[in-house]
């Protein structure tokens, strides 16, 4: 008979944030694998649960998956944390739960803390819709391009980024996005929990008085809103585009191709109007 794999939900900052069902599970299961078992032991450690751990991280994700799959397959329980929060989400996990998936074994999900959701909630931004994309991308032009494909989403944007990128990617964020509202949470459930709100340059203005920025955090940004189409000249949407540091060209690119219109269409309204005050 196969065991099960159990994806357990972990604090992301404060201990007291487990489920008794989660409890359980570690101190049932045969096998804990977790990204850094000394983190993983200081949470077994505060509940007195005493059970085998080993490492399944990032630069082992294939030769374990197979391991684990190889245990699970023989009868073993196993339960599978990250440092933080649900497993699978920006962190390992998925090699091993496709394996497993693969093999019949059962995945059983134990709901729990997660830093997007959380923040979200508490965010004040829109939460009918959201699009969450994990970490962005560390070098300035891969980080564009994906803020520029996000640019028209009618959803509120959430992303984690690192404290020390934080200022460049909300600088981004104005160039790209223009004057979004924007939400930066830091330390959720720990001692120095903050929520920082408000337009991105104020925000930003905020961060860049410190000395330094730590701290884990989760960035949410306000959703595109639309706006009727006759209620923004031309001349107005493409000044717009070039506010974020687009050329002329590629504004009056990106104006006929939001509106369905021809290059040469665009650039002859434009010339002809002049954006409102």
């Known amino acids: 008979m196969t065991g099960s794999l159990y994806l357990v939900a972990t604090p992301i900052g404060n201990l007291e944030d487990i489920t008794y069902r989660a409890l359980r599970t570690l101190?049932?299961?045969d096998l804990i694998a977790c990204e850094d078992t000394r983190?993983?032991?200081?949470?077994?450690?505060?509940?007195?649960?005493?059970?085998?751990?080993?490492?399944?991280h990032e630069h082992n994700e294939a030769a374990r998956a197979q391991e684990l799959v190889e245990k699970l397959l023989a009868g073993a329980s196993v339960a599978l944390v990250s440092d933080?929060?649900?497993?699978?989400?920006?962190d390992p996990g998925y090699r091993v739960v496709a394996a497993a998936i693969a093999a019949g074994i059962p995945i059983i999900p134990?709901?729990?803390?997660?830093?997007?959701?959380?923040?979200?909630?508490?965010?004040?931004?829109a939460t009918d819709s959201f699009y969450f994309g994990g970490f962005l991308p560390a070098k300035a032009g891969q980080r564009t391009r994906v803020l520029e494909a996000l640019r028209e989403h009618p959803h509120t944007l959430i992303f984690y980024e690192a404290p020390h990128r934080i200022l460049v990617t909300l600088e981004d964020v104005e160039r790209v996005l223009g004057p979004r509202p924007v939400v930066v949470a830091r330390e959720l459930t720990k001692i120095h929990e903050e929520f920082l709100r408000g337009p991105v340059g104020e925000v930003r203005?905020?961060?860049?008085?410190r000395s330094c920025v730590k701290g884990e955090?989760?960035?949410?940004?306000?959703?595109?809103e639309a706006q009727p189409a006759d209620l923004v000249t031309i001349a107005e949407a493409v000044a717009a585009c070039e506010r974020t540091g687009m050329s002329r060209m590629d504004a009056i690119k990106e104006v006929a191709?939001?509106?369905?219109?021809?290059?040469?269409?665009?650039?002859?309204?434009?010339?002809?109007?002049?954006?409102?005050?």
């Open 27 to 29: 101190r049932e299961a």
């Open 205 to 209: 203005a905020t961060l860049e008085s």
């Open 110 to 125: 134990l709901p729990g803390p997660s830093a997007l959701v959380a923040a979200l909630a508490a965010s004040g931004l």
């Open 217 to 224: 955090i989760t960035l949410l940004i306000g959703k595109a």
């Open 84 to 90: 933080a929060g649900m497993p699978l989400v920006s």
């Open 39 to 56: 983190h993983t032991r200081k949470l077994l450690d505060h509940y007195g649960i005493s059970k085998a751990v080993t490492s399944y």
């Open 257 to 277: 191709r939001r509106r369905g219109l021809a290059k040469r269409e665009v650039y002859k309204q434009a010339q002809m109007e002049k954006p409102r005050c």
